[in-house]
């Protein structure tokens, strides 16, 4: 089986089958991180331009790494240091890119659609590393790999999505994967940060942080930024925390073996208090770990999965 | 040199008529509108299984001359008009410079007069730079040719400045024509808040950004007796406010553009920037509510809305795009297409609202009518025409149009105007 597109947009244009294809080859990926020599020729000969014109340090470095276990090229671009300083416009930058022939473009902006508009312009593979507030599909996958390894069937699991809804594009992939794996979802935040229309996605929406963490075997925790609010979407971090962080008793409502998740970085003690950022239930260094796996099985599925050299 | 205009649909909301007549033209005024016209001398134009219709004003067109002729002049403007069956447009005055003077307002009719094949009115701004703290010149620019201000592409945000406005306009019998819009509550956005804004990640402008405005502009309007014309409705909310202003007897008004009454917030999934306009495409509902008001007459007129810009300045991410469709040359096949031909309104309505009205908010006495006397300012329509919208062929500068391919039935025919034949088919 292969990826019916050569994109990797959104999870949007995912099939429940596609995804389980991209987490059965992570599962064989995964390994090869644990070798001495973490290394394999699979794409040999590629070459990768990582984009990004946000900062990141996770997820470009994962990108990275994942195409340079997998053998390929790669190059990385940064706004700050690029003509884009000098006012070059997105397309331009691509289509220059473009003329140097690489393989894959993954793909950073703020701006949502971004992925999308490179992808009309473009002969190569396009992975969106993240685009605005739309979608961030490798953390989607790399937090449906985490969950499967550690919970099971994910058809089975009650899941609950804390914080900045408004903003996140962590949440948009989460929602509509888990709802295409057949998760019950539930989401909470402030009513300033929940957006219109969300109970269209298939997921419980509510302000009471208690009422989406009861029972949940997963409670994955949003990053809120500083600035969200300067624009009152709050009134401050202090408050944000009182009715939304994750704190031991809250965790409480939820099952007793219940994983913590978060896509990072962590404000540590406004959405998750400090000690259970490190406990045991927290799994978030293993969603950073798996998204190595994630993104090889990406890049792997991309090329059109059977490039030179096998999975494992 | 006269014109005789030979069996054509004749259809004036003026004189509530809609029959086969012949009109004579001459001397740029329309001379007689009778059956079986004979007259040796005149040049004949057979319009045979056509509609003819008062000529058709569009009451809010961006032409970008002075500033941006690289999207528009005055010229390609009026050239783009002629093309979509207008005799007349009305030009905002967001300019660089902005038209908040009688020497800009002079300028744009001195282009007009060289190089504009329709009839040019400029509208002038409610304050001066449209930053929305000191009255422009409003008298002086009235008797420079303005018929209307507005400091359109912006509301005015200060209350006070709305009222005094209103007030001081009044004096000159201009309407004040408003962008809705609570620039807070906009909170820039770049499309309408909803389902799709949320699905897609962009910032939604909820439909109370606009509605609170139309509100608050119904109230100053009833209190001071000023004629407040409402640009670009696009809201239940807003038709709904304005047709109970209407109920109640204040001097309110407003346009809808074909893309409000054709388009929903869905298209934006594509990101393509030709759906990208201010106020946005708004929900299925609004577009509901939109078609009620058309047809229950609390939408006075179609306007265009046309607000060119370059391939270039579009095509970027959708957040930095520029708002703003291209629309002399679709407004009214898709008005045909999907308010006639849907059984919405009769074709009397909708010349009402591309001519009748048009003209009577603004106070243009002779047009807008087909009474003898009145200027010569004809448009043709042919309604069994089907066309596929190519917008490669806009005599526009710009082809920043959302309804590219799109297949329609009814076409405009041709125009006079001032009784001069610019085209006819």
């Known amino acids: 089986m292969q990826l019916k597109s050569r994109h990797l947009l959104g999870i949007e244009h995912l099939d429940k089958a596609e995804i389980e294809l991209i987490l059965d080859t992570a599962a064989s990926f995964k390994e090869v991180s644990t070798r001495e020599i973490k290394k394999v020729p699979t794409l040999r000969g590629k070459t990768v331009v990582t984009l990004f014109y946000e900062v990141s340090t996770r997820t470009r470095t994962s990108f990275e790494l994942a195409a340079k276990r997998l053998s390929a090229d790669t190059v990385s671009i940064s706004t700050s240091t690029s003509s884009v300083q000098k006012g070059e416009t997105l397309v331009d930058t691509v289509r220059n890119l473009e003329a140097m022939k690489p393989d894959y473009f993954v793909v950073r902006h703020s701006c949502s659609g971004a992925a999308l508009m490179i992808s009309r312009i473009s002969q190569a593979s396009i992975v969106n590393a993240g685009d605005g507030s739309h979608e961030h599909p490798t953390q989607a996958l790399l937090d449906a790999f985490t969950m499967r390894e550690r919970k099971g069937d994910i058809s089975k699991l009650r899941v609950a999505i804390i914080g900045d809804i408004r903003h996140s594009r962590v949440v948009r992939s989460n929602i509509l994967l888990l709802r295409k794996l057949g998760a019950d979802v539930h989401i909470a935040g402030p009513a300033t940060l929940l957006p219109p229309g969300m109970d269209r996605l298939g997921v419980t929406v509510t302000s009471d942080i208690g009422v989406a963490i009861r029972n949940a075997d997963v409670v994955m925790m949003l990053r809120i930024q500083q600035e969200r609010m300067d624009k009152s979407f709050f009134p401050s971090l202090r408050e944000f925390a009182m009715y939304y962080g994750l704190t031991r008793e809250r965790m409480r409502l939820a099952k007793s073996d219940a994983i913590i998740m978060h896509p990072g970085p962590i404000n540590r003690g406004v959405e998750i208090d400090h000690e259970l950022a490190d406990c045991d239930r927290s799994v978030i260094l293993d969603q950073t770990e798996n998204g190595v796996a994630v993104r090889m099985a990406v890049l792997y599925l991309l090329a059109g999965g059977n490039p030179a050299g096998e999975a494992s | ?425």
């Open chain 2, 1 to 425: 040199m006269r014109i005789l205009i030979k069996n054509g649909r004749v259809v004036d909301p003026s004189q509530e008529l809609d029959d086969t007549r012949d009109i004579l033209i001459a001397d740029g005024k329309i001379a007689r509108v009778e059956p079986a016209i004979v007259d040796s001398e005149a040049r004949v134009v057979q319009a045979v299984g056509q509609i003819v219709a008062p000529g058709f004003i569009d009451l809010h067109t961006h032409l970008r001359e002075p500033g941006r002729e690289d999207k528009e002049t005055i010229a390609s403007g009026c050239e783009d008009a002629a093309a979509g069956g207008f005799t007349s447009i009305c030009c905002m005055p967001n300019t660089n410079p902005v038209n908040d003077s009688r020497s800009v307002t002079e300028f744009i009719l001195a282009r007009a007069r060289q190089g504009g094949i329709v009839n040019v009115f400029p509208i002038g701004a409610v304050t001066k730079g449209s930053a929305g703290d000191h009255l422009a010149e409003i008298g002086d620019m009235h008797e420079g040719g303005c018929v209307a201000i507005s400091d359109d592409g912006k509301p005015v945000k200060n209350a006070l400045i709305m009222r005094r406005a209103l007030e001081y306009a009044s004096m000159f019998s201009m309407p004040v024509i408003d962008h809705c819009e609570d620039s807070n509550l906009a909170d820039g956005g770049v499309m309408h808040e909803g389902y799709y804004s949320t699905l897609l990640g962009l910032r939604g402008i909820p439909a109370m950004a606009e509605e609170t405005m139309v509100q608050r502009d119904i109230i100053i309007a009833a209190a001071t007796g000023g004629h407040v014309h409402i640009a670009h409705i696009s809201t239940a909310g807003s038709v709904a406010a304005v047709r109970d202003g209407k109920k109640r007897g204040v001097r309110v008004t407003c346009e809808v553009t074909p893309h409000h009454f054709s388009l929903t917030d869905k298209e934006v999934v594509s990101y393509e920037t030709a759906m990208k306009m201010n106020p946005p495409l708004r929900g299925e509902s609004d577009v509901q509510a939109i078609h009620a008001a058309i047809k229950d007459g609390t939408i006075d007129c179609i306007a265009t809305d046309h607000a060119p810009h370059t391939y270039d300045d579009k095509n970027v991410e959708f957040d930095y795009a520029p708002f703003g469709i291209v629309g002399l040359e679709t407004a009214v096949s898709l008005a045909l297409d999907r308010l006639v031909n849907t059984g919405l309104i009769s074709v009397l309505r909708l010349v009402a609202l591309f001519s009748t009205h048009p003209a009577r908010i603004l106070g243009l006495k002779n047009k807008g009518t087909l009474r003898i006397g009145a200027d010569a300012d004809i448009t043709f329509l042919n309604p069994q025409k089907k066309i596929a919208i190519d917008a490669e062929r806009f005599r526009s500068k710009s082809r920043n149009s959302p309804f590219h391919g799109w297949k329609l039935k009814g076409s405009p025919a041709g125009v006079i105007v001032g009784g001069k034949i610019i085209w006819h088919d």
